[in-house]
């Protein structure tokens, strides 16, 4: 009697073990399917193109979002720190480790830039140097969602990203929505890093857009990210990357957020959903989705109906043209090392905006 209950709890020992272990194998299985991202930002909020990229990739079932990367662009370093902190308390992604990267590009400043507008023109959009939205770096400005109480990581984002890539060699997809000082530093700090990252995917620079923004009609080759910190544009661009893809204006103002687009997120009732419908802004005629559509065309590639290969570069002459997109084909490229990247030109639409809603109102998936 004794024997057969010690066979009997032996089977059941095995049994429970066998199935713990199964049970952990599919969980890291499951865990080993998801793409790995870094989302490099200039995060700016609440909502707008910098947070709404970033909720599409942490609202995809496909991602595994390893980390945020902040830059100063659109906002200074702190506040879109503060604004991203507080985005990830609002969804319950506090997990996600957000971290503090470039305060200044590696060269551009504020006066340089104030001297050459009065010679070449004025430039439309100057980030946090934009007149009458000026205030010093540290200050946090306006925060109607509230401030986080969450804290941001002690590393920085360049250390972040080359130990990333080192500890997850060729499998990191790095996503940039902002200018690319962060990056640039981090392929200064590791050589290696472009190539051990899997993949540079960014939204930037502008080829020919067809538009009638007086943004771009005389300065077709100007765009904000590579033009606020040129020389960082001129590390990253022709940096070792396996693969490259571009998601230039030309593309991007084929798009818009409207007012009906809003409407279908709001019907949600996710949290992505609640922050989105409270905060949403639109600002003039020109509401592009840009940094939106970077994300959802590397989350679905067949977004995408045409693309031409280029090679890339940043004009760093000090000129009229300093901080213009460069471009060439194959066949007209004479500079050596420039890398070749997939530049979008065309995109469905209306499958675009139905991604865009269907993850902003789904739940947002939980912790890995
Ligand atoms: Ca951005």
């Given at each position: 009697?004794?024997?057969?209950?010690?066979?009997?709890?032996?089977?059941?020992?095995?049994?429970?073990?066998?199935?713990?272990?199964?049970?952990?194998?599919?969980?890291?299985?499951?865990?080993?399917?998801?793409?790995?991202?870094?989302?490099?930002?200039?995060?700016?909020?609440?909502?707008?193109?910098?947070?709404?990229?970033?909720?599409?990739?942490?609202?995809?079932?496909?991602?595994?979002?390893?980390?945020?990367?902040?830059?100063?662009?659109?906002?200074?370093?702190?506040?879109?720190?503060?604004?991203?902190?507080?985005?990830?308390?609002?969804?319950?992604?506090?997990?996600?480790?957000?971290?503090?990267?470039?305060?200044?590009?590696?060269?551009?400043?504020?006066?340089?830039?104030?001297?050459?507008?009065?010679?070449?023109?004025?430039?439309?959009?100057?980030?946090?140097?934009?007149?009458?939205?000026?205030?010093?770096?540290?200050?946090?400005?306006?925060?109607?969602?509230?401030?986080?109480?969450?804290?941001?990581?002690?590393?920085?984002?360049?250390?972040?990203?080359?130990?990333?890539?080192?500890?997850?060699?060729?499998?990191?997809?790095?996503?940039?929505?902002g200018p690319?000082?962060?990056?640039?530093?981090?392929?200064?700090?590791?050589?290696?890093?472009?190539?051990?990252?899997?993949?540079?995917?960014?939204?930037g620079?502008?080829?020919?857009?067809?538009?009638?923004?007086?943004?771009?009609?005389?300065?077709?080759?100007?765009e904000f990210n590579l033009?606020?910190?040129?020389?960082?544009?001129?590390?990253?661009?022709?940096?070792?990357?396996?693969?490259?893809?571009?998601?230039?204006?030309?593309?991007?103002?084929?798009?818009?957020?409207?007012?009906?687009?809003?409407?279908?997120?709001?019907?949600?009732?996710?949290?992505?959903?609640?922050?989105?419908?409270?905060?949403?802004?639109?600002?003039?005629?020109?509401?592009?989705?840009?940094?939106?559509?970077?994300?959802?065309?590397?989350?679905?590639?067949?977004?995408?109906?045409?693309?031409?290969?280029?090679?890339?570069?940043?004009?760093?002459?000090?000129?009229?043209?300093?901080?213009?997109?460069?471009?060439?084909?194959?066949?007209?490229?004479?500079?050596?090392?420039?890398?070749?990247?997939?530049?979008?030109?065309?995109?469905?639409?209306?499958?675009?905006?139905?991604?865009?809603?269907?993850?902003?109102?789904?739940?947002?998936?939980?912790?890995?």
């Open positions: 009697m004794r024997l057969r209950r010690f066979w009997f709890l032996t089977t059941m020992v095995l049994v429970i073990t066998c199935l713990a272990c199964w049970g952990q194998q599919a969980g890291a299985e499951k865990r080993a399917e998801k793409r790995k991202i870094i989302i490099d930002q200039d995060a700016a909020g609440p909502a707008g193109t910098d947070q709404q990229s970033i909720l599409l990739l942490i609202q995809s079932p496909q991602t595994e979002v390893l980390g945020i990367t902040v830059v100063t662009g659109d906002m200074w370093l702190t506040e879109e720190v503060a604004h991203t902190l507080r985005m990830l308390e609002l969804i319950g992604r506090t997990d996600i480790p957000v971290v503090p990267g470039a305060e200044y590009p590696l060269l551009r400043q504020k006066e340089e830039t104030e001297q050459w507008e009065q010679r070449y023109g004025s430039v439309a959009w100057l980030g946090p140097w934009t007149p009458g939205r000026y205030h010093p770096p540290g200050e946090l400005g306006q925060m109607p969602e509230g401030k986080p109480t969450t804290k941001p990581a002690n590393e920085d984002a360049a250390h972040f990203l080359v130990r990333m890539v080192r500890k997850h060699p060729h499998e990191i997809t790095i996503y940039e929505g690319m000082t962060n990056l640039a530093l981090a392929i200064s700090i590791d050589p290696e890093f472009a190539g051990l990252a899997k993949e540079l995917v960014f939204m620079g502008s080829l020919n857009p067809e538009t009638t923004d007086p943004e771009f009609i005389n300065t077709p080759r100007h033009w606020f910190d040129p020389e960082a544009a001129h590390i990253v661009l022709p940096a070792p990357w396996k693969k490259t893809v571009c998601t230039p204006v030309d593309i991007s103002v084929k798009t818009r957020l409207t007012s009906e687009l809003i409407d279908r997120v709001k019907a949600g009732n996710s949290p992505a959903a609640r922050y989105i419908g409270t905060y949403a802004r639109l600002r003039g005629q020109y509401n592009y989705l840009w940094d939106e559509l970077a994300a959802a065309a590397w989350l679905d590639p067949s977004l995408v109906t045409k693309k031409e290969m280029r090679y890339l570069d940043v004009n760093l002459d000090r000129g009229a043209g300093n901080g213009d997109t460069l471009t060439w084909t194959e066949q007209e490229k004479s500079t050596p090392g420039l890398q070749p990247a997939e530049v979008q030109v065309d995109l469905d639409t209306q499958r675009f905006y139905k991604l865009f809603v269907d993850l902003l109102t789904a739940p947002t998936p939980k912790r890995n």
